[in-house]
């Protein structure tokens, strides 16, 4: 019944035209962020994070942000920790972000996660943290950022954010994702719902800061560019 639709990925776009919707109504213009406004976020320092959360210096740090939802696949990362512990005990996990209060399926999610840490041991490796408003500040400590999703998701806001502060990322090759990261170049692409494979390369990068910090610096590089594109479409 529209005239035109903006999608905010091709794999939105190729969703829509699957389901009827004619090619030459749809337009994809990839998602962006202001990353002026977003840093403006940050407030205090990496090391009043880490202190704050009692994280030592010398401990790496995975991190997740995002609602809990069962499709964001939280539950992925915190299984993968089980073999990321065994190699680098020293490793820490941060799961940020609440639970809406309105969707019992969502908190039946977190609970099965909390049971899986607990279960598991892994109360030393793995925090729950609940929803952030500065969420730049905990993103600028994390040493790994994990995107998780099982599910497509069109174009993830969390990806840009850890490209925004130049972080590693690791995402899974749904959706619109492969958009927004080259695998091997601004990220890394996992295939979904698959522990092992998310372990394999959180471990890959643990041993390798060298690695870590090229990925970071083009991941930085390729979100400018990005949001370049974002700014000129609109």
């Known amino acids: 019944?529209?005239?035109?639709?903006?999608?905010?990925?091709d794999a939105a776009r190729l969703n829509l035209v699957r389901q009827g919707i004619p090619s030459e109504k749809c337009t994809t213009i990839h998602n962006?962020?202001?990353?002026?406004?977003?840093?403006?976020?940050?407030?205090?320092?990496?090391?009043?994070?880490r202190e704050a959360l009692g994280i030592p210096a010398d401990?790496?740090?995975?991190?997740?942000?995002?609602?809990?939802?069962?499709?964001?696949?939280?539950?992925?990362?915190?299984?993968a920790m089980v073999d990321v512990r065994d190699k680098h005990p020293k490793a820490r996990c941060l799961i940020i972000g609440g639970v809406s209060d309105q969707q019992e399926g969502d908190r039946a999610y977190r609970d099965?996660?909390?049971?899986?840490?607990?279960?598991?041991?892994?109360?030393a490796q793995v925090t729950l943290i609940d929803y952030q408003s500065r969420i730049a500040e905990f993103i600028q400590i994390f040493d790994i950022m994990v995107h998780?999703?099982?599910?497509p998701e069109p174009f993830s806001r969390s990806v840009l954010e850890g490209m925004t502060l130049g972080r590693p990322m690791i995402a899974t090759r749904t959706g619109g994702t492969p958009e927004a990261i080259e695998d091997g170049i601004s990220g890394i692409?996992?295939?979904?719902?698959d522990p092992k494979a998310l372990a394999d390369k959180i471990n890959e990068l643990l041993c390798n800061p060298d690695l870590r910090r090229q990925l970071g610096?083009?991941?930085?590089?390729?979100?400018?560019?990005?949001?370049?594109?974002?700014?000129?479409?609109?």
């Open 59 to 79: 401990c790496l740090i995975i991190g997740i942000a995002g609602m809990i939802r069962g499709w964001k696949g939280q539950l992925v990362l915190v299984k």
């Open 189 to 193: 692409l996992v295939p979904p719902n």
């Open 148 to 151: 998780t999703a099982i599910d």
């Open 32 to 49: 962006g962020i202001a990353p002026e406004e977003f840093l403006a976020g940050i407030t205090r320092g990496p090391e009043q994070i």
């Open 112 to 123: 099965e996660i909390a049971s899986f840490i607990q279960a598991n041991h892994l109360e």
């Open 1 to 9: 019944l529209v005239d035109h639709v903006v999608c905010v990925s």
């Open 217 to 234: 610096v083009q991941a930085q590089e390729h979100h400018a560019v990005f949001h370049l594109v974002f700014v000129e479409n609109i």
